[in-house]
């Protein structure tokens, strides 16, 4: 994995970001394809956390940047913008049907039984040639991606915003339309529910029996990953710090982190850049900003 990042991906300042709003809603082009490329990885991992997988998040993340787009004239500077767009998000995939687990929704108690009775020895060699230790890394950030769906849509929102973006109570509260003493308490006890069956049920993060190297066959025969297609292994991984850089401020997490190191940061795919970037030269869009 690469963990420089590309320049044209680097955070800006809030007053930076709005300089670029104002240009941008004037009509200047590279100012906004400037905007897009300042959130879309911020966009793109908060989809793939609500919606646990790369496919469907690509999908999210270019409707979510097209919505920003398109809206882009009613921001009034009131938050910052990074606020502004995660409120977009927020809402767009607290709502969005079109995933996978929309269709075939999860709980813990599914997953732990899988984990507990699952015939994983009577499953064949299905590895393909592929290094058992790779599948099994691809496995492990499946799987605790894949458990954040055990969560209903508002859990999992407070999580994610909690515990990978670590966004200030007050900000987070005001995007999900709740108080901040309510969203620490509701992140409280998300997090002691996760860090609880991480500790049951996972030998990788807790003490528990399941072991992804032991898995990976019986992964591979349900679908969970895809031998020729390691969406985890080949994405490029960015720095950490990078994420935290979308916020205003900081508060500190509990003693409960080291369990969610999991939640590693990607860059969005190069798929989606070169979409938003063929709606933004497209005569659709130029008929909208016209408008």
């Known amino acids: 994995m690469n963990n420089n990042m590309n320049p044209n991906r680097n955070q800006k300042t809030n007053q930076e970001l709005q300089a670029l709003v104002e240009n941008a809603t004037a009509g200047d082009k590279k100012a906004l ?35 920003m787009i398109t809206h882009l004239s009613s921001f009034r500077g009131d938050s910052a913008f990074t606020t502004w767009v995660f409120r977009i998000a927020v809402n767009h995939l607290k709502n969005y ?18 984990i507990e009775h699952a015939k994983i020895q009577d499953v064949p060699d299905l590895t393909q ?17 894949v458990m954040l769906q055990c969560l209903d849509v508002e859990s999992r929102c407070i999580f994610i915003l ?12 005001d995007i999900l339309e709740m108080t901040p003493e309510a969203y620490r308490q509701r992140l409280c006890r998300i997090r002691k529910k996760m860090a609880d069956f991480l500790g049951q049920y996972c030998g990788e993060y807790g003490n528990g029996r399941c072991r992804c190297r032991e898995r990976v066959n019986y992964a591979i025969q349900s679908h969970r990953i895809n031998p020729l297609q390691l969406d985890y292994m080949t994405a490029t991984e960015i720095p950490l710090q990078t994420m935290m850089d979308v916020k205003n401020a900081m508060e500190d997490i509990d003693d409960l982190s080291q369990d969610f190191s999991f939640c590693k940061p990607y860059q969005s795919p190069e ?3 070169q979409l938003i970037q063929k709606f933004l030269d497209s005569t659709q869009f130029s008929i909208i900003q016209n408008a």
Do not use: W
Request: net charge negative.
């Open 97 to 114: 049907k079109k995933h996978m687990f929309a269709r075939h929704p999860l709980n813990f108690e599914f997953y732990g039984n899988d």
């Open 33 to 67: 394809e400037t905007l897009v490329a300042s959130v879309q990885d911020i966009v793109f991992n908060l989809s793939l956390r609500m919606l646990g997988t790369f496919a469907d998040a690509e999908d999210a993340t270019q409707d979510i940047l097209l919505k």
């Open 162 to 173: 909690g515990t990978m973006f670590q966004i200030d109570s007050r900000i987070a509260a």
């Open 129 to 145: 040639n592929v290094e058992r230790n790779i599948l099994a890394e691809e496995l492990k950030l499946s799987c605790t991606n």
């Open 271 to 273: 798929r989606t850049r």
